[in-house]
């Protein structure tokens, strides 16, 4: 099962059958979750450091309390309340959220899409491998000619492609399509009812030809009983039929002659000629069989395929499609580089190529591939952007080579059973309805329409949906780092709890149900123009410049509080609280159109709507909350208008002091989110 030897001879050895086989075990892989990506684990990694900073200043937080209020149960309270005010509670719904939204964006784009985090890596695609067939063109041949081995038009080479076509059973291609509807629809009658299939032998990637066992029979009987002609007929990629021909037939003489190394060139040139005028060629061979009597029961395997009788060629029109230039043109505008991983001849892989606008500077076969050492495999891999006559096993490791040694985040878009290891393996595993059924198993989307512009649409759609992840990611954890560090900062200073657990959760509670709009925020047009990657150490870098940005200013107003109202003392602790909880609320609710742009929020750039209005409802809700009986009951009180005026200055000098960082920071690392 799934062994293909090419030639030679040798013992085999049974070592496992069943589920243990490797090709059950390739089949097994179906409905398997991947292993987590760059993105889930640099998540992983964050919250591990969230988690490590939320135990140490928890811990610090609580022994400062306890030694200067000696109630341990309110200590730890206000401990506990702390490390949750640290924690990015929203962050399941924002990052689901966003993915879900981008499936529901490209459903409307007739797209299914069956892995959620497939949307998100769509975002950081930056190449792209497809298929020539189907995707580059339209996936409809229409058979052109049949020639003989010296280039003229011989109805015998059509009558034994057709009874090829007409009596195989396993895995029917377009290409049996055309040669059937060119029979029929131009009047031809080479009447297969005369004739009985007695076996045949299928398709495969390595052989890449099939072959069919046929008998008719014969006018003239015996006592003895009938006997029967019996024909073996291979139809395949040219050179593959050329290899197990010893014999020529030339048709005008009626006489069949060796095959000759001048023969083998000649039919070879041809092909060539053909291909590169964007035609597909099979080659058409036959052998007689010994004469058989009676016995119609014999079975037969790839070793009949030798020392056939060469006959000629026929040759394929698949057009190109009209939206393939323009949709490749428009992916290479956002940074994904296409490269075509095809089982066809080079020479018709170039040419289609052409047509659609992909470099074909640097191009290879597989069995060139297959000569190679390790480090020259990747470097030409690297370097290519046509790669033909490649096996499924070939594709997969042109993937996995981009992968690992090129650090590339990969899309693979195919439809037959010969790309199910590469759509396995890729980032993004993209079939079609009409595929075949492995092919969508494996894929991460499927496309219910085969044109490239969909996937152009769900490029975008997935940097859309990384850039507001990221908005959220770097927003969440510089304002909980800041506003920790403050609240660290001022109960040190203090004696005493800046805010209480209740007013804290509030606070952490309002500020978190502001976020929920950030789905629906929108990006900068230069966002979506290049691949998008996660970086923990540019995570890191980018907390250690903004968050210390937001602690100034909560230690700005803890001194106007302290200095201006005298409230630094546990008798004023209503007001000290109140002003804090507010100047907190809107520090961190306003943060957001800080960090979601790099321009000059407000001023450059506006966000959405959704955003706009969560911004002043929350804000609203604080600030109003504290003239309400539920703010009597937290422990609030109503504020001086002195108080707001301070805001104002202090949201002003944020936003410039911030900006400046920001401007700093995008001269010095090229990038913001």
Same mark, same amino acid.
């Given at each position: 099962m799934g062994t293909s030897v090419i030639s030679g001879s040798g013992t085999g050895l049974v070592v496992s059958t069943g589920s243990k086989t490797y090709m059950s075990t390739m089949f097994s892989n179906i409905g398997k979750q991947k292993p987590p990506d760059e993105f889930e684990n640099g998540i992983r990694r964050i919250s591990y450091v969230l988690v490590s900073v939320?135990?140490?200043?928890?811990?610090?937080?609580?022994?400062?309390?306890?030694?200067?209020?000696?109630?341990?149960?309110?200590?730890?309270?206000?401990?506990?309340s702390v490390a949750s005010a640290l924690t990015p509670q929203m962050l399941p719904l924002i990052v689901n959220t966003s993915l879900a939204k981008g499936a529901l964006?490209?459903?409307?784009?007739r797209c299914i899409v069956k892995s959620l985090t497939a949307i998100r890596d769509m975002g950081s695609m930056d190449i792209l491998c497809i298929d020539k067939t189907g995707t580059l063109t339209m996936n409809s041949a229409m058979m052109v000619n049949h020639f003989d081995s010296w280039g003229l038009p011989k109805e015998k080479v059509l009558c034994f492609g057709f009874l090829n076509s007409y009596f195989k059973t396993e895995q029917k291609y377009p290409l049996d399509d055309a040669i059937l509807a060119y029979v029929y629809t131009n009047g031809y009658r080479f009447q297969p009812s005369k004739w009985v299939k007695i076996d045949e032998i299928p398709f495969d990637f390595t052989r890449r030809r099939v072959s069919v066992i046929l008998e008719?029979?014969?006018?003239?009987?015996?006592?003895?009983?009938?006997?029967? @002609?019996?024909?073996?007929?291979?139809k395949g990629a040219l050179e593959e039929v050329i290899k197990i021909c010893s014999f020529i037939e030339q048709v005008d003489k009626g006489e069949i002659a060796i095959?000759?190394?001048?023969?083998?060139?000649r039919i070879l040139n041809m092909g060539e000629e053909l291909s590169n005028d964007g035609l597909r060629v099979l080659g058409v061979a036959m052998k007689r069989l010994e004469l058989q009597r009676g016995n119609r029961n014999e079975a037969y395997d790839e070793t009949v395929e030798c020392e056939m009788v060469f006959l000629g060629l026929i040759s394929f029109f698949d057009p190109p499609k009209d939206s393939a230039k323009q949709a490749l043109w428009r992916l290479a505008e956002k940074g994904v580089k296409a490269k075509v991983l095809t089982g066809d001849s080079l020479s018709l892989a170039i040419r289609i190529c052409k047509e659609v606008g992909i470099r074909t500077t640097h191009v290879i076969t597989g069995p060139d591939l297959e000569?190679?050492?390790? @480090?020259?495999?990747?470097?030409?891999?690297?370097?290519?952007?046509?790669?033909?006559?490649?096996?499924?096993?070939?594709?997969?490791?042109?993937?996995?080579?981009?992968?690992t040694v090129g650090q590339h985040v990969v899309g693979f878009?195919?439809?037959?059973?010969?790309?199910?290891?590469?759509?396995?393996?890729?980032?993004?595993?993209?079939?079609? @309805?009409?595929?075949?059924?492995?092919?969508?198993?494996?894929?991460?989307?499927?496309?219910?329409?085969?044109?490239?512009?969909?996937?152009?649409?769900?490029?975008e759609r997935g940097r859309l949906t990384f850039a507001n992840t990221m908005k959220y990611i770097k927003m969440s954890v510089v304002a909980n780092i800041g506003g920790i560090l403050s609240l660290f900062i001022a109960t040190l200073v203090l004696g005493f709890e800046p805010l209480t657990p209740r007013q804290l959760l509030t606070q952490n509670f309002l500020y978190n149900v502001g976020q929920i709009a950030i789905p629906w925020d929108k990006i900068e047009e230069d966002y979506v123009k290049t691949p998008q990657k996660w970086s923990l150490k540019g995570l890191a870098t980018?907390?250690?410049w903004n968050g210390p940005v937001c602690s100034v200013c909560d230690i700005s107003a803890l001194l106007f509080i302290w200095f201006y109202y005298n409230a630094h003392s546990p008798l004023d602790l209503v007001l000290f609280r109140s002003s804090w909880f507010v100047e907190g609320l809107l520090m961190q609710t306003l943060i957001i159109h800080l960090i979601r742009t790099e321009k000059i929020p407000f001023i450059q750039e506006v966000a959405s709507w959704p955003v706009?209005?969560?911004?002043?409802?929350?804000?609203?809700?604080?600030?109003?909350?504290?003239?309400?009986?539920?703010?009597?009951?937290?422990?609030?009180?109503?504020?001086?208008?002195?108080?707001?005026?301070?805001?104002v200055v202090l949201f002003i000098g944020y936003f410039t002091l911030g900006q400046i960082v920001k401007r700093v920071y995008i001269m010095v690392y090229k990038t913001w989110l």
């Amino acid at each position: 099962m799934g062994t293909s030897v090419i030639s030679g001879s040798g013992t085999g050895l049974v070592v496992s059958t069943g589920s243990k086989t490797y090709m059950s075990t390739m089949f097994s892989n179906i409905g398997k979750q991947k292993p987590p990506d760059e993105f889930e684990n640099g998540i992983r990694r964050i919250s591990y450091v969230l988690v490590s900073v939320m135990l140490v200043i928890a811990t610090i937080i609580v022994l400062v309390d306890y030694f200067t209020s000696r109630f341990l149960s309110e200590s730890i309270l206000f401990g506990i309340s702390v490390a949750s005010a640290l924690t990015p509670q929203m962050l399941p719904l924002i990052v689901n959220t966003s993915l879900a939204k981008g499936a529901l964006a490209m459903a409307k784009d007739r797209c299914i899409v069956k892995s959620l985090t497939a949307i998100r890596d769509m975002g950081s695609m930056d190449i792209l491998c497809i298929d020539k067939t189907g995707t580059l063109t339209m996936n409809s041949a229409m058979m052109v000619n049949h020639f003989d081995s010296w280039g003229l038009p011989k109805e015998k080479v059509l009558c034994f492609g057709f009874l090829n076509s007409y009596f195989k059973t396993e895995q029917k291609y377009p290409l049996d399509d055309a040669i059937l509807a060119y029979v029929y629809t131009n009047g031809y009658r080479f009447q297969p009812s005369k004739w009985v299939k007695i076996d045949e032998i299928p398709f495969d990637f390595t052989r890449r030809r099939v072959s069919v066992i046929l008998e008719t029979e014969l006018i003239a009987e015996d006592k003895n009983g009938p006997f029967f @002609d019996r024909i073996v007929i291979t139809k395949g990629a040219l050179e593959e039929v050329i290899k197990i021909c010893s014999f020529i037939e030339q048709v005008d003489k009626g006489e069949i002659a060796i095959f000759s190394e001048e023969d083998h060139q000649r039919i070879l040139n041809m092909g060539e000629e053909l291909s590169n005028d964007g035609l597909r060629v099979l080659g058409v061979a036959m052998k007689r069989l010994e004469l058989q009597r009676g016995n119609r029961n014999e079975a037969y395997d790839e070793t009949v395929e030798c020392e056939m009788v060469f006959l000629g060629l026929i040759s394929f029109f698949d057009p190109p499609k009209d939206s393939a230039k323009q949709a490749l043109w428009r992916l290479a505008e956002k940074g994904v580089k296409a490269k075509v991983l095809t089982g066809d001849s080079l020479s018709l892989a170039i040419r289609i190529c052409k047509e659609v606008g992909i470099r074909t500077t640097h191009v290879i076969t597989g069995p060139d591939l297959e000569l190679l050492n390790e @480090d020259p495999f990747h470097e030409t891999v690297k370097r290519s952007t046509v790669l033909a006559r490649l096996t499924p096993t070939q594709k997969l490791r042109v993937v996995q080579s981009l992968q690992t040694v090129g650090q590339h985040v990969v899309g693979f878009l195919g439809d037959g059973v010969n790309d199910s290891l590469a759509l396995d393996a890729a980032n993004v595993g993209i079939s079609v @309805d009409s595929g075949a059924s492995i092919a969508k198993d494996f894929a991460d989307i499927i496309l219910l329409e085969k044109d490239l512009n969909v996937l152009v649409a769900g490029v975008e759609r997935g940097r859309l949906t990384f850039a507001n992840t990221m908005k959220y990611i770097k927003m969440s954890v510089v304002a909980n780092i800041g506003g920790i560090l403050s609240l660290f900062i001022a109960t040190l200073v203090l004696g005493f709890e800046p805010l209480t657990p209740r007013q804290l959760l509030t606070q952490n509670f309002l500020y978190n149900v502001g976020q929920i709009a950030i789905p629906w925020d929108k990006i900068e047009e230069d966002y979506v123009k290049t691949p998008q990657k996660w970086s923990l150490k540019g995570l890191a870098t980018f907390i250690l410049w903004n968050g210390p940005v937001c602690s100034v200013c909560d230690i700005s107003a803890l001194l106007f509080i302290w200095f201006y109202y005298n409230a630094h003392s546990p008798l004023d602790l209503v007001l000290f609280r109140s002003s804090w909880f507010v100047e907190g609320l809107l520090m961190q609710t306003l943060i957001i159109h800080l960090i979601r742009t790099e321009k000059i929020p407000f001023i450059q750039e506006v966000a959405s709507w959704p955003v706009i209005c969560s911004t002043v409802i929350i804000s609203a809700i604080g600030i109003s909350i504290e003239y309400t009986p539920i703010g009597y009951v937290m422990g609030f009180r109503p504020l001086p208008l002195s108080f707001f005026g301070f805001l104002v200055v202090l949201f002003i000098g944020y936003f410039t002091l911030g900006q400046i960082v920001k401007r700093v920071y995008i001269m010095v690392y090229k990038t913001w989110l």
